[in-house]
């Protein structure tokens, strides 16, 4: 079965920019949802943002829309998820996940494959 792995997390100042990148293993994306979602130390985990694999449609919290942009490379068989203008409070474990879901779901409830999450560190 499919394994996720995510990885560009880092430190990086406020204002600056990183680029997240979600890899599968054991099979390629083909269809469903691919999610990014965050959490806090002591936070629930929450949804920032998705795409669909076919047509690529995408769907974002409002808390990074306008920031945040969520894509993906066919070629490659990877997500990214291109982080800019990041404020403190975007400091959090990153994980992506997968849903067999035709739309974008928000809940983790409808993701059923998580990767091991990336830490990014905004500093003031």
């Known amino acids: 079965q499919v394994q996720l792995v995510e990885s560009g997390g880092g430190l990086v100042q406020a204002g600056g920019s990183l680029r997240l990148s979600c890899g599968a293993s054991?099979?390629?994306?083909?269809?469903?949802?691919i999610g990014w979602f965050r959490q806090a130390p002591g936070k629930e985990r929450e949804f920032i943002a998705g795409?669909?694999?076919?047509?690529?449609?995408?769907y974002y919290a409002d808390s990074v829309k306008d920031r945040f942009t969520i894509s993906r490379d066919s070629i490659e068989n990877t997500v990214y998820l291109q982080m800019n203008s990041l404020k403190p409070e975007d400091t959090a474990i990153y994980y992506c996940?997968?849903?067999?879901?035709?739309?974008?779901?928000?809940?983790?409830?409808?993701?059923?494959?998580w990767g091991q999450g990336t830490q990014v560190t905004v500093s003031s």
């Open positions: 795409i669909r694999w076919i047509a690529a449609n995408t």
């Open positions: 054991g099979r390629t994306f083909s269809s469903g949802v």
């Open positions: 996940a997968t849903s067999r879901r035709w739309g974008i779901p928000t809940t983790t409830q409808d993701y059923d494959t």
